[in-house]
């Protein structure tokens, strides 16, 4: 199904709401129908938009993308075993297209208390479960890729740590694209829930199976509860020839905690939004970022933290290296509600141009609308220090090595913040591969 330009009328004519879990659910039926009316009202985004300024989505419009309801079939161990993680020992569920794949997925020995399941299944079985969750931290949609995904909803993972529950390994959830070939939509939605007291670690992971034109639209929701804490790491990997948007969402109750790293590998155009409303006194956001950019990829990272209570702390950190002719795109915004005051926030953004045809656009921003606050914010675009280079070369390291080695430094500072040995190991060498062929800067 394809044509020269898709709008989002194409997408609503594309829902067949018979074809997803649940049809006939009251309270999921008005939500969708309300996704629904949101997309036909506002459309899919443009560049007039402000927080699509810089940009542009011509090159997923150039034709529609057939949404993905139901099993495509794939079931590919050798790929999966292909993709692991050295060492990692986690629960894991598998999707394909956005779609759950069972036979792939492992879940064995959860503790009491704990659900890892697929949202399709939990809304067939019983749908009450969720009524009050999905949805919840994602209050109005921010634009029309979010209303696309509401209004479609078939699948994703959901998992609700029981109060008090440390849960024993992480939970790994891998997203394959283009497994039912070229020109497919896939659209995960997946809901997090951390009870009281509960501590869990998750990985997000995107990858392509095939270097074939696809989309993904993922929307993540977070729910923390008092004392809650949540490490949550998400990996976008996909092929040259792939776009995905995607975005976290997340309310955050007292002294709850969310650590939240962001590694943007690969793909074609990345949109990577987050929201985190920290709703009550105590409640604590750190977001990591790091994106690699070559080629002629484009990476969008727009972030909003949210203080609606006093006495909550945010940092922020996103880092991009920019190579050959890409373009990258950082929007950060603080907004500090009235009366929440003692609020404790930091934002920085930092960029390393390795290219003369490489740009990036960066806009920190901050409201405040309290007076007994401590807030900052900062960004720095920039190249190579050329000192540095020259000190390392004078130690007999060549060129291209002395620049990989300062390049490989500087997105150190995101790896090591990932707790899970294996993980932090497997992105270190990635991104070490992929700046294996860093060149002098054009001056």
């Known amino acids: ?20 879990p649940a049809v006939g659910t009251a309270w999921l039926d008005i939500r969708r129908n309300q996704a629904r009316s949101l997309l036909e009202g506002v459309g899919l985004p443009t560049p007039r938009q402000e927080d699509w300024k810089y940009t542009n989505i011509r090159p997923i419009t150039r034709s529609t993308f057939d949404p993905v309801s139901g099993s495509s079939g794939w079931n590919d161990q050798d790929f999966l075993e292909s993709i692991q993680l050295p060492g990692l020992n986690s629960y894991r569920l598998v999707f394909a297209d956005g779609i759950l794949v069972r036979e792939l997925s492992s879940c064995d020995g959860l503790p009491a208390g704990v ?62 694209c283009a497994c039912a070939g070229e020109d497919r939509l896939g659209m995960p939605r997946n809901l ?15 990858l392509s199976v095939v270097e074939a034109r696809s989309l993904t639209n993922a929307v993540s929701e977070v729910i923390l509860e008092e004392d809650a804490q949540l490490t949550h790491q998400r990996i976008t990997d996909e092929s040259s020839r792939s776009f995905h948007v995607g975005g976290l969402f997340a309310r955050l109750g007292g002294d709850s905690r969310l650590d939240a790293c962001s590694i943007t590998l690969g793909g074609s155009l990345v949109r990577n939004d987050v ?36 006495s909550a ?14 373009r990258a795109v950082f929007h950060g915004r ?13 934002q920085n953004n930092q960029n390393l141009l390795l290219s003369r045809e490489a740009e990036v656009d960066t806009k920190p921003q901050l409201e405040i609308y309290a007076d007994d606050v401590k807030c900052s914010h900062g960004a720095t675009v920039g190249q190579l220090d050329e000192m540095a280079v020259l000190y390392l070369r004078s130690r007999g390291i060549g060129e291209s090595q002395a620049r990989g080695i300062l390049t490989h430094a500087f997105a150190g ?19 070490s591969h992929r700046l294996s062929s860093v060149e002098r800067v054009v001056s």
């Not at 659900?115 to 949609?141: F, Y």
């Not at 603080?334 to 930091?346: K, M, N, P, R, Y």
């Open 334 to 346: 603080i907004t500090v509600q009235a009366g929440a005051q003692q609020t404790d926030s930091e």
């Open 313 to 326: 702390r945010s940092r922020e950190l996103y880092k991009g290296i920019l190579n050959d002719r890409s």
């Open 275 to 310: 929201l985190v409303n920290l709703d009550a006194s105590g409640a604590t956001v750190d977001l990591a970022g790091l994106y690699l950019a070559r080629g002629r990829c484009h990476i969008d990272n727009h972030t909003h933290v949210v203080h609606n209570s006093p």
């Open 413 to 431: 500072e995101i790896l090591e913040r990932i707790e899970l040995d294996n993980l932090r190991l497997h992105l270190d060498h990635c991104v």
């Open 1 to 20: 199904m394809s044509q020269a330009v898709s709008t989002a009328e194409d997408y609503l004519a594309a829902q067949r709401l018979a074809n997803l």
């Open 115 to 176: 659900t890892i399941a697929s949202v399709a299944e939990i809304l067939r079985a019983d749908s009450a479960k969720l009524e009050n969750l999905l949805g919840s931290a994602l209050p109005t949609s921010p634009h029309g890729f979010t209303a696309m995904n509401s209004s479609f909803i078939a699948d994703g993972a959901y998992l609700d740590i029981g109060p008090g529950i440390v849960l024993d390994k992480p939970v790994e959830l891998v997203f394959i």
């Open 192 to 206: 997090i829930v951390g009870r009281p007291g509960s501590h869990a670690s998750v990985i997000e992971r995107y």
